[in-house]
């Protein structure tokens, strides 16, 4: 499963588009074995997107698996640059507790 998030621009053909922070966390929660990649608008109407970020960490700490591709599509630099730091930071420490876990069971 491809997921977009974002509150206005629908998802390209192949994507299955989450236009909210609630919806979002459905589709992830229920989805989150087959989840393959996301794409992340900043703001959306009911906030910005870093919330979701941190829920699809939570999300794949919570069953053991790498996160997903991701990518951003806002139109506001700021918004990139924010989701891709907060992005980079959670996919690295989730790949460090990972290899730690696999470290500890080997």
């Known amino acids: 499963?491809?997921?977009?998030?974002?509150?206005?621009?629908?998802?390209?053909?192949?994507?299955?588009?989450?236009?909210?922070?609630?919806?979002?966390?459905?589709?992830?929660?229920d989805q989150?074995?087959?989840l393959e990649e996301v794409a992340f608008d900043f703001y959306l109407e009911d906030g910005d997107s870093l919330e979701c970020c941190d829920h699809l960490f939570r999300l794949c700490r919570r069953v053991r698996r790498a996160f997903p591709r991701w990518s951003t599509h806002s139109s506001s630099d700021r918004g990139n640059r924010l989701l891709t730091e907060r992005l980079t930071a959670l996919e690295a420490y989730?790949?460090?507790?990972?290899?730690?876990?696999?470290?500890?069971?080997?």
């Open 32 to 34: 989150i074995h087959e």
């Open 94 to 106: 989730l790949a460090a507790m990972l290899a730690g876990e696999a470290e500890n069971e080997g």
């Open 1 to 29: 499963m491809r997921l977009w998030l974002d509150d206005l621009r629908p998802a390209p053909d192949g994507w299955t588009w989450a236009r909210d922070q609630a919806q979002f966390r459905r589709l992830a929660h």
